[in-house]
């Protein structure tokens, strides 16, 4: 069975910082998804990020970057220039390339941004 | 097009009463989710459609819970003898056929009283 863990339950930054969420994850798996969501107090949640896990290169869109380490089981978010509309949970997920669809989720990060 | 959308937006019912919670998922999407997510933790599967066939149900916690998609588009998640530790947000989402990418619904606050 996989599993995400995100060992940050609050991150605070001050608005046009930048800050890095941790993710890990614990899979036999070698090929898979992450992503990254959003979920503001609407309770929606809104994709940020995706990265298939055969590419080396690390996804970025925007502001939103990861930094992928395959062989260390690790995916943090960096966002740059943060702004106030970044204020929400992010949780960290994973799907198997192949068989299960589901997603599994961290247990997320608050983030906080400061004006 | 409209997004995922979730009835009722909050529901409050009394310990042991039967609820339903609607997902009407984004039109011509063929796969559907439905998870459950308790104060404070991520989103936990539920259930996911293909079509109208549960293709896997593995999250169900017990036999109270059921769900159903009896047309390939709207679903229904049904359950019984509620609890309190049935309280939860449920969330809803769904993905265009072997697209990746699942777009969630705003979810059901369900209280157990």
């Known amino acids: 069975a996989q599993t995400v863990t995100q060992s940050q339950p609050e991150m605070s930054v001050q608005e046009a910082e930048t800050v890095t969420l941790s993710c890990t994850y614990d899979t036999s798996e070698s090929d898979y998804y992450l992503f990254w969501y959003k979920q503001p107090p609407s309770r929606q949640m809104i994709l940020v990020i995706r990265q298939e896990a055969y590419k080396q290169q690390n996804a970025t869109e925007n502001r939103f970057s990861v930094n992928f380490q395959k062989a260390a089981k690790s995916f943090s978010l960096k966002i740059s220039d943060s702004q106030l509309g970044d204020a929400a949970m992010y949780f960290c997920?994973?799907?198997?390339?192949?068989?299960?669809?589901?997603?599994?989720f961290g247990q997320g990060t608050r983030l906080t941004i400061n004006p | 097009g409209a997004g995922v959308s979730q009835t009722p937006s909050n529901k409050v019912t009394e310990k042991g009463k039967y609820v339903e919670l609607r997902c009407d998922p984004i039109s011509g999407h063929t796969a559907l989710y439905w998870y459950r997510q308790s104060l404070g933790q991520g989103p936990e599967f539920l259930i996911y459609?293909?079509?109208?066939?549960?293709?896997?149900d593995s999250g169900l916690p017990n036999d109270r819970f059921f769900a159903v998609r009896p047309e390939g588009s709207v679903s229904t998640l049904k359950i019984q003898r509620t609890e309190r530790g049935d309280s939860a947000v449920y969330l809803c989402a769904s993905s265009a056929g072997a697209r990746v990418e699942q777009y969630f619904g705003p979810g059901t606050r369900l209280t157990v009283t």
């Open positions: 997920a994973f799907r198997p390339f192949q068989g299960a669809q589901k997603l599994v």
């Open positions: 459609f293909q079509g109208t066939g549960a293709a896997d």
